[in-house]
């Protein structure tokens, strides 16, 4: 929060974000927290050598500097959004959203009984880290299925319109499939033993109590996925299309959806000629499936994760024009292989 308020200008021998303006009130106010803890979390920062007082050169250079912050090189790209909320008070940040939940859900609380609202938490603010620093749009279309995906199987593909229909369903059972190795990069914090291959039963329970966290408060949502070949089993799989995204917002069958997607082309285009989605919940009581006529039967779906607050960056933008393009052309190969209605 303190680099949140740092200038991203050079000041003299100063590098960008090294000197920050902000102080208690600062950090109480974005972090939701009483100025108590605000001050102590500055002590400690202190204590650790992360932040220092504001040197006479220091505040040379910049006249409101209070704090030099020693950090090295930044390797995430987080959104502002993880601090600020929207002006309008419409939309709460990710962390006041993980703040208000109640922190042990009753899925995992018999198993959790020792471990405290604070460490809990801290779990899913980890988590949530990791979700971004596994994140690669233009690679993966959100995080990367080889840390955590939802499991979508094929039931059919038949000949129709000069195309395939495709039908799936997602795994019912499970809303998100991991691995052992992010859940271990996720609870370094957790872990008394970091060369253990093994997870205890509770600490399994912290990581999964951490993603019913982010998943519950709306943190992230599902994108469903044409790659070329399963990408959890092959490191070269590419993203070829979005089909749909699960998320009212972002993929909504609005024009105006932040999030380019092959079924909501095709619903706006032709109704559900060439699509079709089932919802989770719906009168009819039938399972969450989806159908989509795509050219061949080459390919792997796949559900990605996507965290709601994206940052702002190259990655970001190449995705955006990368995924409208392949949008558009799979809705023009689809078009132009099926007859015509009469």
């Not at 419409?90 to 006041?96: G, Y």
Request: charged share 25%.
């Amino acid at each position: 929060m303190l680099a949140r308020h740092a200038s991203g200008w050079e000041h003299g021998e100063f590098a960008p974000y090294t000197l920050s303006g902000a102080g208690v009130n600062s950090i109480h106010e974005k972090a939701g927290v009483s100025e108590e803890v605000a001050r102590g979390a500055i002590e400690r920062l202190k204590e650790q050598g992360v932040i220092s007082p504001a040197s006479t050169e220091a505040k040379a250079a910049l006249r409101i500097a209070r704090w030099e912050i020693h950090q090295g090189t930044l390797d995430l790209d987080l959104p502002h959004a993880l601090l600020d909320p929207q002006q309008d008070g419409s939309v709460t940040s990710a962390l006041h959203r993980l703040r208000k939940r109640k922190q042990a859900s009753s899925n995992y609380a018999k198993d959790l009984t020792e471990i405290s609202d604070k460490e809990l938490g801290l779990d899913a603010l980890m988590l949530l880290l990791a979700l971004y620093r596994n994140t690669g749009m233009c690679a993966f279309g959100g995080v990367s299925p080889r840390c955590i995906h939802r499991t979508w199987t094929i039931e059919s593909q038949t000949p129709k319109l000069g195309g395939i229909r495709w039908g799936g369903e997602p795994n019912h059972k499970a809303s998100a499939v991991t691995y052992f190795t992010f859940m271990r990069e996720c609870l370094q914090h957790a872990i008394q033993k970091p060369k253990s291959n093994e997870l205890s039963k509770e600490q399994k329970a912290r990581f999964w109590n951490a993603w019913e966290s982010i998943s519950e408060t709306g943190l992230v949502y599902e994108a469903v996925s044409l790659y070329d070949t399963n990408p959890t089993e092959n490191d070269q799989g590419r993203l070829l299309v979005t089909l749909r995204v699960n998320d009212f917002h972002a993929g909504a069958t609005a024009k105006a959806s932040t999030d380019p997607s092959l079924l909501r082309a095709l619903e706006i285009d032709f109704g559900s000629r060439f699509a079709y989605y089932t919802p989770a919940m719906n009168d009819r009581d039938e399972p969450e499936a989806m159908w989509v006529i795509l050219p061949d039967k080459r390919g792997f779906w796949i559900g990605i994760w996507r965290l709601r607050f994206r940052t702002s960056n190259k990655d970001t933008g190449m995705w955006l024009d990368q995924e409208k393009e392949a949008v558009a052309q799979m809705v023009a190969r689809i078009e132009d292989a099926a007859p015509s209605e009469s």
